[in-house]
């Protein structure tokens, strides 16, 4: 049974730095990993998927990495703003048509 | 393209009640799913719809919660009676038909569950 885990659970960091958060999972025969963002009382947004053939993704200052055979991804924000203050989520797809399994989630907090 | 749509976004009900939430998914993508969301935890699956069949139904507490995907296009997630362990954020999500490594699954706004 695929388990999903994510450090930190929180971060506080003043604006401007650049971070890395963390996910691991058990079992490492994935389809795909995809990182979301979850505003207070919102829905999930998708951030960034990753194939399970691939090694990273970027869309603007979102670096995500996948290293399968470890079971780890990170999710690299750079010179982060009060704006990415958010919880971070991090799901992995198994075979063809599974669900995603989630992480509990990293909890960022952006000083100005 | 229009998102997932689900309401209502806010419900309070006492225990021992009933309720039912409702998910609009976007158009075409035949896979969706209902998701628990407890706070302070990851979503948690609670059904996976491929068209108006059920595909994975295995963490469905069926005692007390029933869901339905008649038409294969909407659906409707019902609990009764409620605990107050039920209070939590339940969330739909839809994917395409066609799954493959690119397939991203997008979420609704979820509607928030309290039980008093």
């Known amino acids: 049974k695929q388990e999903v885990t994510q450090i930190p659970a929180a971060l506080s960091v003043p604006e401007g730095e650049n971070l890395v958060l963390n996910c691991s999972f058990t079992d490492s025969a994935i389809y795909n990993l995809q990182w979301f963002r979850q505003d207070p009382g919102k829905g999930l947004t998708s951030l960034l998927l990753i194939q399970s053939s691939q090694r990273e993704q970027t869309s603007g200052r979102l670096n995500a990495s996948l290293d399968k055979s470890s079971g780890r991804s990170t999710l690299y924000i750079a010179a982060s703003q009060p704006g990415d203050s958010a919880t971070y989520l991090c799901a992995v797809r198994g075979n063809y048509g599974q669900n995603f399994v989630f992480g509990p989630g990293t909890r960022l907090s952006v000083l100005p | 393209e229009a998102g997932v749509a689900q309401s209502p976004r806010y419900k309070i009900i006492e225990k021992r009640q009933s309720v039912a939430f409702w998910c609009n998914p976007i158009s075409g993508h035949a896979t969706l799913y209902w998701y628990q969301q407890i706070l302070g935890q990851g979503p948690k699956l609670l059904i996976q719809f491929q068209n108006n069949g059920v595909v994975d139904d295995s963490q469905l507490p069926k005692d007390r919660f029933s869901a339905e995907r008649l038409k294969g296009v909407d659906s409707t997630l019902k609990i009764q009676p409620a605990k107050l362990e039920d209070s939590a954020v339940y969330l739909c999500?839809?994917?395409?038909?066609?799954?493959?490594?690119?397939?991203?699954?997008?979420f609704g706004q979820g509607t928030r569950l309290t039980v008093v």
């Open positions: 999500a839809s994917s395409p038909a066609r799954q493959g490594p690119r397939t991203e699954a997008f």
